[in-house]
C-alpha cells in the first residue's frame, strides 16, 4: 500500500510538470497551488468560489448546472496571457456550436498582475475578443484553489452529473477536446448529430529551434524559484531599488533582458524611473521567436506614453510590425501605451534570432512581461 501510494504520489506531481512543461516556453507560467489539478472522475461537489462582477450571465452555480443536466467547460484564463488568447476563437466556436444544446462555458478570470483585478478592464477585454459565453473574476483564486489548478489556459470539462470527464492544460488539442465535448452532451442525452466539427485550423508552429522563454520585469518573478530575467547585478541589489544601468553592448543571451539608463525595479514590472528628451535608456533583449508581445500599461490614469521599437538597430519594417504598430512621419515604429494589456510588437515572415530594444521618454514605462511565439501566424 505504501509502495502505490507513493506511485500515485509521483505520478500526480508528474502531472503537476508535464502541464506547467506545455506553456513554459511561450506564455504563461502557471502559479504554483497546494495538491494536483482536480481529479478526473472524482466526487461532483467542486464548486465555484468567489467570484464576482460576471460578464454575460448573472452569476452560476455548479449545483444549478447540475440540476439543469447541462455539461460545463470551465476555462481558467487572464486576459494579458498569450496563450489564452491564442485559445479563445476555439472557445468561441464551442459557444456557438454547442450552448443551445446544453453547453456551459464559463471563463474564470483569474489574473496574473494587478491590473488585471479591475473589472472594467476585464470587461474591455471580454468585449475587445468578442466572448459571449459568462465570464467571472476570480481576483482571490478562491476556484483556482477549489479546482487546483496550477497554469493559463486549463479548461476542466464537467459532465451534467457534476463529475470532471476531460482537463487540457495549455494550448492545443482542440480536436480532442471538442470530442470530449461531444462525448458529454451525448451522455447528457442531448444530440449532436447534425452539428460540424472542427472549422479552424491550428496554427502552425515552427520546429528545430528553442524560443525564447517569457520574461518577466518585476522581482516578485526574478527573485524566486522561477528563473532569473534580469542580466545586470544591480538589479537584485533588492527590491524597489532604483539604479543607473550601462548596457555593455555584444554577445547577449537569450533568455535575459538588459537595461540602459535610469531603471526602478518593482514588484510586478521593470520601470524607467526618469524623464528623458533623446530616447537614451532603453530595454533590450535578444530573442528566437517570430513574434514579440509585450504586457504594458499606462500607470498615470489618462496619460498615454509612446514606446519606440527597434528591431537589430533599426525601425521595424511594415510587413514586420505587430497589431499594436504604427509609423510616424520619421519612418519610427511605435506603439502608444494607453490601456493595461498585451501590445503586439512583431511579426516576423520567418523564425529568427534578433536583437529588440524598446525606448521611452516617459518616467511610466513599464515592462511587465515579454512572450514569444513560433507559428506561422498571429501572435
Known sequence: MRRTAQRLRSVALLAVLLAFALVAGSGCLGRSAPGVPAVLGGP???EFAGLTDWTNSEPLTLAAQREQRRVVLVDFWTYTCVNCIRTLPYLKQWQDRYASVGLTIVGVHAPEFDFEHDPANVRRAVEAEGIRYPVALDNDMKTWRAFRNNVWPAKYLLGADGRIRYTHFGEGDYDATERAIRAALTDAGRDV?????????????DTGATITRELYGGYERNFDTRGVYAAQRAYYGGPD????YTDVTGQRDKDVWYLQGTWRGEREAIVHARATTSLEDYLAFRF??????????PRTPGTPYEVVVELDGRPLKREEAGTDVRFDAAGRSLVTVDLPKMYGLVILPTLGDHELKLRSNSPDF???AVTF????SGS
Request: aromatic share 6%.
Open 44 to 46: 461532483s461537489g467542486v
Open 193 to 205: 448529430s447534425a452539428i460540424p466539427t472542427g472549422g479552424l485550423a491550428a496554427p502552425e508552429r
Open 241 to 244: 531599488q532604483t539604479h543607473d
Open 288 to 297: 528566437i521567436a517570430r513574434s514579440v508581445n509585450v504586457v504594458m500599461q
Open 366 to 368: 513599464a515592462m511587465y
Open 373 to 376: 511565439g513560433a507559428y506561422t
